[in-house]
C-alpha cells in the first residue's frame, strides 16, 4: 500500500488493526487482524467514526436477521466515515487524505438491475456486516473507491458516517413521492425516523406528523422541525385534523404499520421502512377503497450526493442526533446502550480511541 502526501501530512497504514468481533450471539471481543490491501478501484479508508444501527444490535442479541446468520465471526458496523490512507491500482494518489463518507454496499454493476439504475436490488450485492461480509468497527476497511464520498471540511466525522441512515431517510421520502407541500406522517422516531423528518421538510413537505411512544424523541422531532407530534400511547394518528398524503413507517411495529396506513388520505402513499416481523395485518379494505400505494424500501441508489448537499447547507442536523460515542474496546457497551437508556437516539464508535 502507498501513501502520498497532501497539506497535511497523512499517517502511514499501520501493518495490523484493531476490530471488533461478533463470534456469536451476545460475545463480543477484539481483535488483532491484517489490514486489508486495497484491489483495482479499491481504497483503504481509516476509520474515524462509525454508527450503531439496530441491525448491528439484532446481530448482537440474536446472531441473525431473517435468512442472513452469524455463522463464523462478523465485524458489524456499515455506517462508517473517516480518511483515505491509501488507494490500489487505478485511484489517484491525490485521493490519499481525503476525509470520507462509506457508502457499504458494493453492487455488482452489471447485473440487470444494476443496468436499470436499481443498484441497491443487486442480487451480487456485498453489503458491510451482513454474513459473511466484516464491517466498520474496525481502523481499517477496504471499499470501492467510488463508494467513499468526499465530504467538506465543515462536516464532522460522526455526521459523515451518518450520512447513510440519513441516505434511508431521503430514499424512503423518493419512494413516498414527498414534494413541495405533501403532509407527511412519520411513524416511529427513532434515528431513521427523525432523519425522515429532516428529509421530507428539505424535500418541500409543509407538515410534518411524528408518532411515537418515547417522549424525549417526540420532543426531539419536534426540535428538528416536526410539525405536530402525537403520542401513541395516548392517541391515534387516524384522528388528526387533515389525513396525510405520505405515510412513512419507520417502526416496523405491526399495530403502528395498520394504524398508519389507515390513517392516510386517498390517494396516499404507504412506504414501508421499518423491519418488523416476516409477516404483517393489511388492511386491505382501506387499501383498494382509498387506492393506496403501499410499497417496501430496501436501503437506497444514488443517495450520497444528495445527503451530502443537505447536511453541508444546514437543512439537515445529524449530530444532533448523536446521544453517546464510545471507544472500539466498549463496542459492547455501544451495542447495548439502547437498552440501557431509553432516551439513547444514536451512538457511534471511534475505533481510534
Known amino acids: 500500500m502507498t501513501a502520498a502526501t497532501a ?25 488483532e487482524r491484517p489490514v486489508p490491501e ?21 446481530y448482537y442479541e440474536h446472531g441473525r436477521i431473517g435468512r442472513f446468520v452469524v455463522e463464523e465471526p462478523l465485524v458489524l458496523g456499515h455506517e462508517a466515515a473517516g480518511e483515505v490512507a491509501a488507494v490500489g491500482p487505478g485511484v489517484p494518489a491525490a485521493r490519499v487524505g481525503q476525509r470520507v463518507s462509506v457508502e ?55 455526521a459523515a458516517a451518518l450520512l447513510e441512515p440519513l441516505s434511508v431517510g431521503i430514499w424512503a421520502c423518493r419512494r413516498g413521492g414527498v414534494s413541495a407541500g405533501s403532509r407527511v406522517l412519520v411513524v416511529g422516531a427513532g434515528p431513521i425516523g427523525l432523519v425522515s423528518v429532516q428529509a421530507a421538510l428539505a424535500f418541500g413537505a409543509t407538515e410534518v406528523v411524528v408518532s411515537d411512544v418515547n417522549p ?7 426540535d428538528l422541525g416536526a410539525t405536530e407530534v402525537v403520542d401513541a400511547r395516548t392517541a391515534d394518528v387516524a384522528d388528526l ?32 421502512v421499518g423491519m418488523g416481523g416476516d409477516e404483517v ?43 453517546g460515542t464510545y471507544g472500539l474496546d466498549r463496542a459492547e457497551d455501544a ?3 439502547g437498552r440501557r437508556d431509553p432516551d439513547s437516539v444514536k451512538v457511534v464508535v471511534h475505533p481510534r480511541s
Open 7 to 31: 497539506d497535511a501530512p497523512v499517517p502511514p497504514v499501520a501493518p495490523s488493526m484493531r476490530v471488533a468481533v461478533l463470534r456469536g450471539a451476545g460475545d463480543v471481543a477484539v481483535e
Open 281 to 323: 395485518p393489511l388492511p386491505l379494505s382501506v387499501v383498494q377503497e382509498r387506492e393506496l400505494e403501499v410499497t417496501g424500501t430496501f436501503r437506497y441508489a444514488g443517495t450520497w450526493p444528495t445527503a451530502i448537499a443537505l447536511v453541508a447547507a444546514g437543512r439537515v442536523d445529524l449530530d444532533r442526533l448523536v446521544t
Open 216 to 222: 424525549a424523541r417526540l420532543a426531539l422531532a419536534r
Open 104 to 158: 457499504p454496499g458494493v453492487p455488482d454493476l452489471t447485473c440487470p438491475q444494476c443496468l436499470a439504475g436499481r443498484y441497491n436490488l443487486c442480487p451480487g450485492m456485498r453489503f458491510f456486516a451482513t454474513p459473511p461480509i466484516d464491517g466498520a468497527f474496525a481502523e481499517y476497511v477496504v471499499v470501492h473507491a467510488a463508494f467513499a464520498h468526499p465530504v467538506p471540511d465543515g462536516m464532522s466525522d460522526d
Open 241 to 272: 385534523d387533515r389525513p396525510p398524503g405520505v405515510l412513512l413507517e419507520c417502526s416496523g411495529h405491526p399495530a403502528a404499520i395498520g394504524q398508519g396506513i389507515r390513517a392516510l388520505d386517498r390517494a396516499g402513499r404507504a412506504v414501508l
Open 38 to 58: 486495497p484491489g483495482p478501484g479499491e481504497v483503504v479508508v481509516r476509520v474515524s467514526s462509525v454508527g450503531v444501527c439496530g441491525s448491528d444490535t439484532h
Open 335 to 337: 451495542l447495548t446502550a
